[in-house]
């Protein structure tokens, strides 16, 4: 296990063994012509009719793109009662798209945090699809996913397995079959670090961005009464609440937890069914796989905010010392979300990493 550290914007390493810029023009490069092919998908103008008009009232141009590229497909669930077709949200190359990049490039999957959506990684998403195909998911239940199945049929519950079931119908379905490297925030992590135990041999590697995995369910909130949970649930979607959450969420509070990233955060709440989908989850207890970290066996990047205020770093060595392949990197001045406040240097990690996870990388290693 290899611990790293990484100083401010600079983007530099301490030990300095070779320098950010070139690093990124080795790791990037090479697929920047692939890209300009390729991502086709990045290309549309309006955002798509499912997306809330209150899209027009964001400011940010890599929001206001990832809206605009953003669709759905149908992805059917097996695991829930009637096996649905669910009208799934995301942002990401056709197979046809994805074909065109390297052969031995695999795909990233981005997985957002708790109650958020696939423009958690508006800053981050066009990074890493200039070097490999790669798909910001909704997962049923949260972001611009169609929840209105939830709305009709207040029973179902929405539990992780299900989430992990939804992911697999997605590569098998809208991916071109290549290995995936899946990149968590958050509760992402545990999303991420569910499906690669639950489904290894479609996971090449993991990414986790100050990634949650050792608390374990919701508590008692999973058999409270449905009006109860229908209260907390509302409080979520809350201008105060938000812009608190989203206060917490940075180091550089001024530069980053603005009115405008608040709207950014709500836009899906504002969608029909979200409030029944999100206590579908709740009633399902949520992720309890603190016993399965342990017995991860893909290659683990924890990628850390040193002054996280949401998860206590000591997380961070906590992941190291329980994973058994894992590789720990500092981001110094950084908050919770790495790929929102230093996506750039977020970005160059994960390619690096990627990098490594080639065959004859791994054989070397070996």
């Not at 695999?106 to 508006?122: A, K």
């Amino acid at each position: 296990m290899k611990t790293l550290r990484y100083v401010d914007h600079n983007i530099l390493p301490e030990s300095r063994p070779h320098n950010c810029v070139r690093a990124w023009r080795r790791v990037v490069a090479p697929c920047v012509i692939h890209a300009q092919r390729s991502a086709s998908h990045l290309n549309r103008a309006q955002p798509a009719s499912f997306i809330p008009p209150q899209v027009s009232e964001i400011l940010e141009p890599a929001a206001q793109a990832i809206a605009a590229n953003m669709r759905r497909v149908p992805v059917t669930i097996s695991t829930i009662p009637g096996s649905p077709e669910v009208a799934t949200a995301f942002v990401g190359p056709t197979r046809d798209e994805a074909s065109r990049y390297p052969k031995d490039v695999p795909s990233i999957f981005l997985l957002h945090g708790f109650d958020s959506s696939c423009m958690e990684w508006r800053r981050l998403y066009p990074l890493l699809a200039a070097a490999a195909p790669t798909y910001a998911l909704d997962l049923v239940g949260w972001g611009f996913t169609d929840s209105s199945l939830f709305q009709s049929d207040p029973s179902l519950v929405i539990r992780p397995e299900d989430k992990a079931a939804h992911m697999r119908a997605f590569l098998e379905a809208h991916t071109d079959g290549r290995p995936v490297v899946l990149v968590g925030a958050s509760l992402g992590g545990a999303k991420a670090l569910d499906f690669a135990h639950t489904y290894p041999e479609l996971v090449k590697g993991v990414v986790l961005i100050d990634g949650q995995g050792f608390i374990d369910g919701i508590g008692k909130m999973s058999t409270a009464p449905r009006w109860l949970l229908w209260l907390g649930v509302k409080v979520l979607q809350s201008v105060p609440l938000r812009q608190a959450a989203n206060k917490m969420a940075y180091f550089d509070k001024e530069r980053f937890a603005t009115q405008d990233a608040m709207r950014i955060g709500r836009l899906h709440t504002l969608l029909p069914g979200w409030l029944d989908a999100n206590i579908a989850f709740m009633r399902s207890g949520g992720y309890a796989i603190s016993g399965k970290i342990g017995q991860i066996q893909q290659d683990v990047l924890v990628l850390w905010g040193r002054n996280d205020e949401i998860l206590d770093p000591s997380y961070a060595t906590r992941f190291q010392n329980t994973l058994p392949r894992a590789q720990l990197l500092w981001v110094e001045r950084c908050g919770h979300c790495a790929h929102l406040e230093q996506p750039q240097l977020a970005a160059e990690h994960i390619m690096e990493f990627v990098k490594g996870l080639a065959p004859a990388a791994t054989a070397a290693r070996a």
